[in-house]
């Protein structure tokens, strides 16, 4: 989907487990593992196999063998540990996390992904969202 950030069109999805219909530049970020869910211990085994069809998650269900092996993939593990970093991410709380050096961010289901006009990816609360763009109809 697209808005209107000042006079400038941006791209945005409204971040949820479905795949996104249109934005084929979210399933790229994904693939290039510029995104990825921090709540995978608490998915189920159902949601993470569709996650993986979609292709918005790592292989990660058939190639590890053991919990051990599942915990050492799993990349975003140590933002839990730095206690900067996402100080109010709980473990049973599934956010998509923007994996960028310039401009880390996480957001909940129901938040924006926002591809700003320098290519950066930013999440944007709902009020913000509301508050700095326009929704163009098609």
């Known amino acids: 989907m697209q808005a209107k950030l000042g006079n400038t069109i941006i791209d945005f999805w409204k971040i949820s487990t479905d795949i996104p219909q249109g934005e084929q530049w979210v399933i790229e970020a994904f693939k290039r593992e510029q995104l990825s869910w921090s709540g995978q211990l608490v998915m189920d085994i159902v949601e993470k196999r569709k996650l993986e069809k979609q292709g918005m998650i790592k292989n990660t269900l058939t190639t590890h063998t053991s919990i051990g092996d599942e915990l050492e993939s799993l990349d975003w593990i140590?933002?839990?540990?730095?206690?900067?970093?996402?100080?109010?991410?709980?473990?049973?709380?599934?956010?998509?996390?923007?994996?960028?050096?310039?401009?880390?961010a996480f957001g909940k289901i129901g938040e924006y992904l926002v591809?700003?006009?320098?290519?950066?990816?930013?999440?944007?609360?709902?009020?913000?969202?509301?508050?700095?763009?326009?929704?163009?109809?098609?």
């Open 78 to 104: 140590g933002l839990y540990i730095s206690p900067n970093k996402m100080k109010n991410a709980y473990a049973d709380v599934i956010y998509l996390v923007v994996n960028q050096v310039r401009i880390p």
């Open 115 to 138: 591809k700003a006009p320098d290519g950066a990816l930013e999440v944007y609360s709902e009020r913000k969202f509301q508050r700095d763009l326009k929704v163009i109809e098609i």
